[in-house]
């Protein structure tokens, strides 16, 4: 019964711990890709703080709204990094996850290019959470 409860409590701990890393990891892509900035126009008509391509973008809606431009983000990516745990059997790590908004097809060889910004936001999500302990 006590190993029982204690594999409960490591299993609770590891889902609030993976919670609160997945919040993190859309401060830090804000972070890098503009800066926060919720007027940011990309080269190629990306909009929002996350720099989403207009094709992707819903008709309607206001990139500048954080909410909006938030929820709109992670309806994209819920299905690339679905996808990437079918193929993988695994969630995607905070490197693997910026590769997967960035440059999906590339998820499993990522260019150098797409592979330094990777580590960027991966040290951007590692250093939130030790600001956090």
């Given at each position: 019964?006590?190993?029982?409860?204690?594999v409960?409590?490591?299993?609770?701990?590891?889902?609030?711990?993976?919670?609160?890393?997945?919040?993190?990891?859309?401060?830090?892509?804000?972070?890098?890709?503009?800066?926060?900035?919720?007027?940011?126009?990309?080269?190629?008509?990306?909009?929002?703080?996350?720099?989403?391509?207009?094709?992707?973008?819903?008709?309607?809606?206001?990139?500048?709204?954080?909410?909006?431009?938030?929820?709109?983000?992670?309806?994209?990516?819920?299905?690339?990094?679905?996808?990437?745990?079918?193929?993988?059997?695994?969630?995607?790590?905070?490197?693997?996850?910026?590769?997967?908004?960035?440059?999906?097809?590339?998820?499993?060889?990522?260019?150098?290019?797409?592979?330094?910004r990777?580590?960027?936001?991966e040290?951007?999500?590692?250093?939130?959470?030790?600001?956090?302990?």
């Amino acid at each position: 019964m006590n190993r029982l409860r204690a594999v409960l409590i490591l299993l609770v701990t590891a889902c609030a711990v993976h919670i609160a890393s997945a919040m993190d990891r859309w401060a830090a892509l804000s972070m890098l890709e503009t800066g926060n900035d919720d007027n940011a126009i990309g080269s190629n008509g990306e909009v929002s703080r996350f720099q989403i391509r207009p094709q992707l973008w819903p008709g309607g809606g206001n990139p500048q709204d954080v909410q909006f431009a938030l929820s709109v983000a992670q309806e994209i990516m819920q299905d690339r990094v679905g996808a990437f745990q079918k193929a993988h059997n695994r969630p995607p790590t905070d490197f693997e996850f910026y590769v997967l908004w960035n440059a999906p097809v590339q998820a499993d060889h990522p260019s150098k290019i797409v592979a330094d910004r990777a580590q960027r936001f991966e040290n951007l999500v590692h250093r939130t959470e030790l600001a956090r302990h």
